[in-house]
């Protein structure tokens, strides 16, 4: 209990952990700087979207509601990590009660599940509506969409539920410092002082399943749709099918490729810093959420046109 005293200043024993990362990084107020304005990026660029939407019934599609979740998952994802980042690094504030701990574990997972889920999500929007044209409104209505998300929301909280709980329930009877920039369930259920074998199994299989099982789903969309994309007659036909994927493609490749990236270089050790790794993984994970609201407002030349017309009506309301 040597380290927790240190850290809180006091000899008294409690239940909560002590969040330490970064502390042999020399810049650590850079990286909180910069997480900083990704968080008031991620917020800016995810309400604006949200606007837009509420605003214009036009908008007000099957695929837009997918893109509107996603816009709630990267706001919901980014507000879970980052402003407790601040107190912990920036005034040293870094208790954390046993409940705000594993509550804090429970919806980092959660909205982290729902990332990719989202993404799956509007791959299927995307194959329908490139290779049924004319049935998409039928197939794929507001209500079905609707259907779906809650169904993923449920397959995410099921997900997360048991692994949280059970971790929850180990007891910590030796070290309560936590070495990670937030209660993450690996770092967290390490320091139990029991068999943990299950708990790693479980994590493990978890982490695949979510991360491979929409990527998977992902490139068989992709298939599909270069196979109908093929058959079109014209090649008119076939670029703008491609330019309907391409967005999506860009924010797969958004997620995916640093979350690889991290991966590979934790498992090689290519990182030897333990404080370098958190902060690589940690803006891998924030970074997707500040760029998907730009990347769909750049790429679809619907939003991009409505998303003009809200600051210029609002410049001008101002005006008057």
Same mark, same amino acid.
């Given at each position: 209990?040597?380290?927790?005293?240190?850290?809180?200043? &006091?000899?008294?024993?409690?239940?909560?952990?002590?969040?330490?990362?970064?502390?042999?990084?020399?810049?650590?107020?850079?990286?909180?700087?910069?997480?900083?304005?990704?968080?008031?990026?991620?917020?800016?660029?995810? =309400?604006?979207?949200?606007?837009? =939407?509420?605003?214009? %019934?036009? /908008?007000?599609?099957?695929?837009?509601?997918?893109?509107?979740?996603?816009?709630?998952?990267?706001?919901?994802?980014?507000?879970?990590?980052? %402003?407790?980042?601040?107190?912990?690094?920036?005034?040293?504030?870094?208790?954390?009660?046993?409940?705000? $701990?594993?509550?804090?574990?429970?919806?980092?997972?959660?909205?982290?599940?729902?990332?990719?889920?989202?993404?799956?999500?509007?791959?299927?929007?995307?194959?329908?509506?490139? $290779?049924? %044209?004319?049935?998409?409104?039928?197939?794929?209505?507001? !209500?079905?969409?609707? !259907?779906?998300?809650?169904?993923?929301?449920?397959?995410? =909280?099921? !997900?997360?539920?048991?692994?949280?709980?059970?971790?929850?329930?180990?007891?910590?009877?030796?070290?309560?410092?936590?070495?990670? $920039?937030?209660?993450?369930?690996?770092? +967290?259920?390490?320091?139990?002082?029991?068999?943990?074998?299950?708990?790693?199994?479980?994590?493990?299989?978890?982490? @695949?399943?979510?991360? /491979?099982?929409?990527?998977? #789903?992902?490139?068989?969309?992709?298939?599909?749709?270069?196979?109908?994309?093929?058959?079109?007659?014209?090649? &008119?036909?076939?670029?703008?099918? #491609?330019?309907? $994927?391409? &967005?999506?493609?860009?924010?797969?490749?958004?997620?995916?490729?640093?979350?690889?990236?991290?991966?590979?270089?934790?498992?090689?050790?290519? +990182?030897?810093?333990?404080?370098?790794?958190?902060?690589?993984?940690?803006?891998?994970?924030?970074? %997707?959420?500040?760029?998907?609201?730009?990347?769909?407002?750049?790429?679809?030349?619907? @939003?991009?046109?409505?998303?003009?017309?809200?600051?210029?009506?609002?410049?001008?309301?101002?005006?008057?």
């Amino acid at each position: 209990m040597g380290f927790s005293v240190l850290y809180n200043g &006091t000899g008294s024993s409690d239940d909560g952990f002590y969040i330490t990362a970064f502390h042999t990084l020399g810049n650590k107020n850079y990286l909180i700087l910069a997480l900083s304005i990704i968080y008031i990026i991620t917020l800016m660029g995810n =309400f604006v979207l949200l606007a837009v =939407f509420i605003m214009n %019934p036009s /908008l007000q599609n099957p695929k837009y509601v997918a893109v509107c979740n996603l816009a709630v998952v990267d706001i919901s994802l980014n507000s879970v990590i980052i %402003p407790q980042m601040v107190p912990v690094f920036v005034f040293n504030l870094n208790y954390v009660s046993f409940g705000t $701990c594993f509550s804090q574990m429970f919806f980092l997972h959660l909205f982290g599940d729902m990332e990719s889920f989202s993404l799956a999500l509007l791959a299927y929007d995307r194959v329908i509506a490139i $290779c049924f %044209p004319l049935r998409y409104l039928t197939i794929n209505t507001n !209500l079905r969409m609707l !259907l779906i998300l809650l169904g993923i929301w449920t397959l995410a =909280f099921l !997900l997360e539920v048991y692994p949280v709980a059970l971790a929850s329930s180990l007891p910590y009877c030796a070290s309560r410092v936590v070495q990670s $920039c937030c209660c993450e369930h690996g770092p +967290v259920y390490r320091l139990a002082c029991s068999d943990i074998s299950f708990n790693r199994k479980l994590a493990t299989a978890k982490t @695949l399943a979510v991360l /491979l099982g929409p990527l998977s #789903f992902i490139i068989f969309t992709y298939a599909v749709v270069v196979v109908a994309v093929l058959k079109f007659a014209s090649t &008119t036909q076939r670029w703008k099918a #491609f330019h309907t $994927c391409l &967005t999506h493609l860009l924010l797969v490749l958004v997620y995916y490729l640093p979350v690889i990236l991290a991966y590979v270089l934790g498992n090689l050790r290519l +990182v030897q810093s333990s404080d370098l790794l958190t902060a690589i993984l940690t803006v891998s994970v924030t970074l %997707p959420p500040m760029l998907n609201p730009i990347i769909y407002s750049l790429k679809t030349e619907e @939003l991009r046109e409505k998303i003009i017309k809200l600051f210029v009506k609002t410049k001008v309301s101002s005006h008057k």
